[in-house]
């Protein structure tokens, strides 16, 4: 059996996560395992995936804070690598500051290094994008290979150079597409058992409360749709550091009773097949899984224009400008409410044949794990090595 460590933030449920636990699931176990060294805000957080994790026989590590003292979290690495010789792949996903330290380590002893990039933008401020710019450039120097979830996730994340190398591969966000079957008996079901007090339109969006899922703009689309429809309700999915903030805009916009945030729930599909239209005026994206699985569920989905072409997989986006007013883009809420009402049925064989089949997806990154799964030559390795001391 060989074990991969995947490195990440947080086993909760976001989006990256909630990919890794799709392939995990997935995977042969009694030939892959994977364990997660995670960078957690606190260290005693039990975060939602991590008891699952160790059901499936993988183990989760917690680093301490690379921002709050970076020599301590230097020899944490140090000792963590020096005690677990068993990682020949490591898989990372934060490709933070942290990154430049672990990748490090990991290649000093001879690991095969992957860096996948799930994003096309930076949050934070100036200085902060400027940091993760540079941090980046750092780990292209310390990966042997790249993945990412869209081309231009992979040329903002390594650049024009490497996202067009033989070097550099496009991994589909996969999902189980036996969860989205839906026709229009079934939605009517979940709508009933999982919203009873919702009579009129449900709006859903699925996401972290943070600004690059722009839900403050969320609301202003929203508020425009009850101006219109005043039995419409919008549910959020998700949890995240801008929950209060949300709460008193809808307060302050007067439609806090048809607000539902439900916070991080273990069922989205049912939630998506009790919907009727999926908002995401997301700021910017590298390609939201949450927005495959609205499609997959034969929801109707109003995306942000710019979002990577591959994620339009479906007849059923909408793409709208974030230039377009609250107002525009709740007209075409409500004009794909009524296109597609009473007509519930699944695209479960076109987000297929667009590739995010996890099955295929999982088979196909196991078929490279597969093909650099053990210590790389000694003399790729000295090649590699050099300037890393």
């Known amino acids: ?66 921002i709050k003292d970076p020599v301590a979290y230097k020899r944490f690495i140090v000792s963590f690598f020096d005690e677990h010789p068993e990682y020949h792949i490591v898989h990372a996903h934060n490709l933070d500051s942290a990154a430049m330290v672990y990748l490090r380590e990991a290649k000093k002893r001879g690991c095969y290094t992957i860096a996948h990039s799930h994003n096309t933008k930076d949050h934070g401020n100036a200085i902060k994008r400027q940091l993760l710019r ?92 009850v101006r219109r429809d005043d039995s419409a309700r919008l549910i959020v999915l998700g949890e995240g550091e801008l929950h209060d903030d949300l709460l008193r805009k809808a307060l302050n916009l007067n439609i806090a009773d048809k607000v539902l945030f439900l916070g991080s729930v273990p069922n989205v599909p049912d939630y998506l097949k009790a919907s009727d239209v999926f908002l995401m005026p997301s700021l910017y994206e590298g390609l939201p899984l949450a927005a495959v699985e609205a499609q997959a569920c034969g929801l109707p989905s109003l995306l942000t224009a710019d979002m990577s072409p591959l994620t339009f997989c ?20 409500l004009e ?25 997806v999982a088979m196909e990154l196991c078929d490279f794990y597969s093909s650099h799964g053990s210590f790389p030559s000694q003399t790729a390795t000295d090649n590699r090595m050099r300037g890393l001391a």
């Open 134 to 225: 540079l941090a980046r450039k750092q780990t292209c120097r310390y990966a042997d290979y790249f993945y990412a979830c869209s081309p231009e996730a992979a040329e903002y994340a390594f650049g024009k150079k490497i996202a067009s190398s033989n070097s550099c591969r496009m991994l589909h966000n996969g999902i189980d597409l036996s969860k989205y079957q839906v026709n229009e008996e079934i939605h009517q079901r979940n709508k009933k058992k999982l919203l009873p007090q919702c009579s009129g339109p449900v709006f859903c969006n699925v996401g972290r409360l943070m600004l690059q899922k722009n839900q403050t703009f969320l609301l202003d689309i929203f508020s425009q749709i």
């Open 1 to 66: 059996m060989k074990r991969i460590l995947q490195v990440t933030n947080y086993m909760d449920r976001g989006g990256v996560e909630t990919l890794l636990m799709n392939l995990y699931r997935t995977i042969d176990r009694t030939e892959f395992q994977f364990d997660f060294l995670t960078h957690p805000h606190t260290v005693d957080t039990v975060y939602s995936y991590e008891e699952e994790i160790k059901d499936l026989g993988g183990k989760v590590y917690k680093a301490p804070s690379f």
């Open 314 to 333: 479906t007849d059923l986006v909408c793409p709208i400008s974030l230039s377009d007013s609250p107002d525009a883009w709740a007209r075409a809420a």
């Open 336 to 360: 794909s409410y009524e296109a597609n009402r009473g007509r519930r049925a699944d695209r479960v064989e076109q987000v297929r044949q667009s590739g995010f089949d996890i099955k295929q």
